[in-house]
């Protein structure tokens, strides 16, 4: 057999390329009555920095009037790596510096962990020469004298441990260093040692952003990460999604509408109850590049560490997804639950590695049911992870709850006050997977469904009635049990069409329904969870075929040809939606061979 005769000898009349042109085809209507989120496989948010070398090694930098002492006591983190800075004797500045650093026109921030060992005061100053500086008391963790235009906070963070912050917006031009100045009162500099009272230094960090974020640590070179930034495509907009961390093209993006029933998805601050934990707040960049990522620490108590939210006036015979992004801190496991809200008999749990962004187990009690799990890397070591179950049960609300998880089966662990992990994005939703990301403030929020379609003369000057083919690759979410998601649709009404769509089993197929009157169901090969998937069908007056991922085609010859006016891309006649991305659809104005449809979808 030729080539010739392997693949199609006659052009498309319609090809719609939407992962390589990523735009929509002039003669396609797209409605979305809403946002929605979206990667552009290009766009990234600074997210860790820290321009300082040795960040928690003060024995490198510039001593002056001082002397280092390595790993000398516990660290906030509760590594034994803290240093102690101590003055000498001189009548003198006495300093520790790391630098130099050319200040260019931004908004910089500086930080440093400090703990009283003699002396109470220290001085921070984030760029020298720029009036970029604050004194801290240590004794009372509140804040002296700051330069004009420079914000000062102290946080308190156990054990007698501060984290001194600046931020200032800088003019620039200026060349010189980061230094940590010991001192005896506020507003003082110089003064005569007594060679034995110092400070504990750890965890300086100096960035170029207008606040501070989660402590980053470097060893002998500075750092700067970014994350693949989650955009927002406004109401109507299409959205042409990619893989955030290879930046593969993955097509038109089709959802069906989905509400995020979580409040407050962003602050855990609020809404969420605590159970022997708290939240640092907005200290940490995010999926979608803004300062809005909170940490939850843990207690100091042996116990479960966790947030958590009910949401009441739920159906729990449908299926509910729980998801949230995480990132590793001082944890590294995480575990979601999804439970009635009273009595707590009926739940499920799922637990995951966020190292290596796996699930480690599930578990269930009750009768309740694991319907999925899922686990999403996003980039810079975030993951979305996802658990879905449909609890059953009399009650009329579910739970859900984020725990801190040690990498065993208890829902327990031993706390410290603070070690934990970074959160951002929660989101329970009716349905049997996940969608994309619907933030939520005081209210839930709804994202309308995508609706493609081709009508009119923008229809009817590419089809032809009497015969075609027509083929797509694509994907989709996770297999569900809803009804059958179509890829694309040819039709007049959903008792009048001909396409391709998938079985509630994830079987690829072909179908055609005339004046409501089923003549084929073509099952013709297994959904791939690699992508994409291609599918092709053709249709005559005579036979209707189709393959899928190189299957032999299934045929039947006992049909009737329905009367169609419009093009439904990615649900069928607005319901039975895809609920994932269409690479590419193709339009033959020809009933092409069964080799040839087997050779498209190869």
């Known amino acids: 057999m030729t080539i010739s005769t392997l693949y199609p000898d006659t052009d498309p009349s319609l090809l719609l390329d939407f992962a390589k042109v990523k735009a929509l085809d002039p003669r396609i209507t797209f409605t979305r009555a809403s946002e929605g989120r979206y990667y552009d496989g290009k766009t990234t948010a600074k997210a860790e920095e820290n321009l300082l070398t040795n960040s928690q090694d003060f024995a490198p930098w510039s001593q002056g009037g001082t002397s280092t002492s390595a790993n000398s006591t516990t660290a906030p983190d509760g590594t034994s790596t803290a240093d102690l800075v101590t003055e000498n004797g ?59 235009g420079t914000t000062a906070t102290i946080e308190s963070v156990g054990n007698s ?54 402590y980053t640590a470097t060893t002998t070179q500075p750092i700067t990460n970014y994350v693949p930034q989650l955009l927002t495509a406004a109401s109507g907009v299409a959205r042409f999604d990619h893989n955030p961390v290879t930046g593969e093209s993955l097509g038109l993006l089709i959802e069906e509408q989905r509400a995020n029933l979580l409040l407050q998805s ?13 939240e640092i707040t907005n200290i940490i960049v995010t999926p979608n590049g803004t300062l809005t990522g909170d940490k939850l620490v843990s207690a100091n108590v042996t116990g479960e560490n966790s947030f958590n939210q009910g949401v009441v006036s739920t159906t729990n015979t449908n299926a509910y997804t729980f998801s949230v992004y995480c990132k590793a801190a001082e944890f590294t496991n995480v575990r979601l639950v999804l439970s009635e809200t009273s009595p707590f008999t009926r739940y499920i749990y799922a637990d995951f590695n966020l190292s290596t962004g796996t699930l480690v187990r599930t578990g269930t009690n009750g009768g309740a049911v694991v319907n999925s799990t899922f686990v999403e890397n996003v980039g810079n070591n975030w993951y979305r992870v996802a658990i879905t179950s449909t609890l059953g049960g009399s009650a009329s609300g579910i739970n859900t709850k984020i725990i801190l998880n040690n990498g065993t089966d208890s829902f327990n662990v031993i706390g410290n006050g603070y070690s934990g992990i970074y959160i951002w994005g929660a989101q329970l939703e009716v349905g049997a997977f996940a969608t994309s990301y619907i933030p939520t403030v005081a209210s ?36 569900s049990t809803a009804a059958f998601p179509s890829i694309v649709s040819i039709e007049s009404s959903s008792s009048n069409r001909w396409g391709l769509l998938l079985t509630n089993d994830d079987q690829i197929t072909g179908t055609i329904a005339t004046n409501n009157t089923f003549y084929a169901d073509l099952r013709n090969g297994v959904y791939l969870s690699s992508s994409p998937n291609f599918s ?22 006992s049909l009737i040809v329905p009367v169609v006016n419009k093009a439904q891309i990615g649900n069928v006649n607005n319901t039975g939606y895809l609920n994932g991305h269409i690479y590419k659809i193709a339009y033959y104005p020809k009933r092409l061979t069964n080799a040839q449809l087997q050779a498209l979808t190869k």
Request: overall charge neutral.
């Open 266 to 278: 962003e602050d855990f601050s609020t809404t969420w109850q605590n159970v022997n934990s708290s």
């Open 90 to 148: 001189n009548n003198s500045v006495h300093i520790v510096s790391i630098g130099p650093f050319v200040a260019g026109t931004n908004s910089w921030s500086a930080s440093v962990y400090a703990k009283a060992n003699g002396r109470n005061w220290i001085l921070l100053e984030g760029i020298a020469s720029n009036n970029f500086y604050a004194w801290f008391d240590l004794s009372t963790g509140s804040v002296g004298t700051a330069a004009s």
């Open 161 to 214: 441990w501060y984290r001194c912050k600046i931020s200032k917006a800088i003019s620039g031009g200026a060349t010189s260093s980061f230094r940590v100045y010991l001192a005896n009162a506020d507003n003082v500099t110089s003064y005569a040692g007594d060679g034995t009272s110092g400070v504990y230094l750890w965890g300086a960090q100096l960035e170029q952003r207008s606040a501070t974020t989660a």
């Open 444 to 479: 839930q929020v709804t994202r309308s469904a995508d609706a493609a379609s081709m009508t009119g003369t923008n229809f009817s000057s590419w089809y032809r009635q009497d015969e075609g083919t027509i083929y797509a690759s694509f994907n989709r979410k996770l297999a």
């Open 536 to 557: 092709a069908m053709s249709l005559s007056a005579t036979s209707a075929n189709a393959s899928g991922n190189g299957s032999t085609p299934t045929s039947d010859t």
